[in-house]
């Protein structure tokens, strides 16, 4: 039996876009279950990918410390408990994690966050896509963070993506009026039809300064934005009295090799006493149980519908992280790993 560990690691740091020839495949012994009490050993079998893992790629300061040179890169995954020394991780469970693009690792290390048991009856790429990160991320950016209020126009921008689409939904549901912007004509048709928006804007082939003023006469009061740059200054441009401002993301920006300048037009939060935020769903773990018994009991109710771009097998690895900075992904980015024919079972 071949004892083979497939790994992708970091060969250099990403100058500007981020290209396949920024990994390199490793292989490497598989880890001698020699596990110290509390470890376990696991075998991944579906990757999520994250537009974050670029900016965690540059030696940069940020919320998380950047990748190694070398080193598997960082990324959730689903895995399969194959050997444990900690009761609360048995042998054959089902387990959702922040681990790195390889088959097996050592996991639940003292200091390490601690992977989370996926519940019986919950897929894996359930786990990853409708009750994974993004969805949680979208309701706790529009509720906890945006004070989300029915009545209230939002606007979402990467609005086709994982967090976008459940960004869309979930203030819809709240009783919100949403316009929606992505890329091309086929994901606004997602976002009207599928998703529920009241209008949608394609900032391909639109000027979406120009829409809005048609969209939004009276400004808008909630502006969920996921892509900065231009995107963010048109939503300034158009943000009501008292509206607020969520900055989720800024994957416009995420492969600029010298940052871009900053909205312009920052002197429309003083002239509508508007305020702007930032927020990380890690600061607010304690309101994702909330979160995700909301989003089950919708998702059950059929009020959500999501979709998954699901691509094949380890070697396709970074060309699929690859599809997050084009308009190639087409709904929440997953990778399911062959069958292994190698391992310790
Ligand atoms: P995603 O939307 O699935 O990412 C891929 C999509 O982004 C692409 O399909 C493309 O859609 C759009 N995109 C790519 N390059 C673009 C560009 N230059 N301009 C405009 N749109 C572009 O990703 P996601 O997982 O839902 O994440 C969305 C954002 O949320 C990201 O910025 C991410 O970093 C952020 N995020 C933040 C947190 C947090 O805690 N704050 C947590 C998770 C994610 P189109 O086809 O429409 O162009």
């Excluded at 960004?167 to 997602?190: D, F, H, S, T, Y």
């Excluded at 600061?283 to 109710?301: C, G, I, K, N, P």
């Amino acid at each position: 039996m071949s004892r083979i560990n497939r790994q992708w690691v970091l060969a250099r740091r990403p100058k500007g876009q981020v290209r396949v020839e920024d990994f390199a495949r490793c292989d490497a012994p598989v880890p001698v279950p020699d596990l110290a009490a509390g470890e376990i050993l696991i075998r991944t079998e579906m990757f999520g990918f994250d537009p974050a893992q670029r900016g965690w790629m540059d030696d940069a300061p940020s919320y998380m410390p950047p990748m190694a040179i070398g080193e598997p890169v960082r990324g959730s995954a689903v895995a399969r408990v194959v050997a444990s020394t900690n009761p609360a991780y048995p042998e054959g469970a089902l387990v959702r994690g922040l681990f790195s693009w390889q088959d097996y690792a050592v996991a639940a290390r003292a200091g390490e966050a601690a992977p989370t048991l996926i519940p019986e009856g919950v897929t894996a790429q359930e786990a990853l896509g409708v009750f994974g990160g993004a969805s949680l991320t979208a309701w706790v950016g529009l509720k906890a963070v945006g004070r989300l209020a029915a009545g209230d126009t939002v606007l979402v921008s990467g609005a086709a993506g994982a967090v976008g689409s459940m960004a869309v939904q979930i203030a819809r549901l709240n009783g919100a009026r949403v316009i929606g912007i992505a890329g091309g004509p086929e994901k606004c048709r997602w976002l009207v039809e599928d998703y529920g928006a009241a209008a949608a804007i394609d900032y391909r082939h639109e000027d979406v300064a120009a829409r809005l003023a048609v969209l939004a006469p009276d400004g808008i009061d909630l502006f969920f934005d996921n892509v900065g740059g231009e995107t963010l200054e048109a939503g300034i441009a158009h943000i009501a009295r008292f509206g607020r401002i969520v900055l989720c993301g800024a994957i416009s920006g995420y492969n600029d090799e010298q940052p871009a300048p900053g909205p312009r037009n920052l002197w429309r939060l003083i002239a509508q006493r508007a305020e702007m935020r930032g927020f990380i769903l890690l600061d607010h773990l304690a309101t994702v149980a909330t979160a995700r018994s909301q989003l089950e009991a919708w998702l059950r109710a059929g009020g959500i519908r999501y979709r998954i771009d699901m691509q094949q097998g380890f070697e396709a690895i970074p060309e699929t992280f690859l599809r997050l900075f084009s308009s190639a992904s087409q709904g929440k980015q997953l990778l399911r790993l062959e069958a292994p024919d190698i391992g310790l079972e």
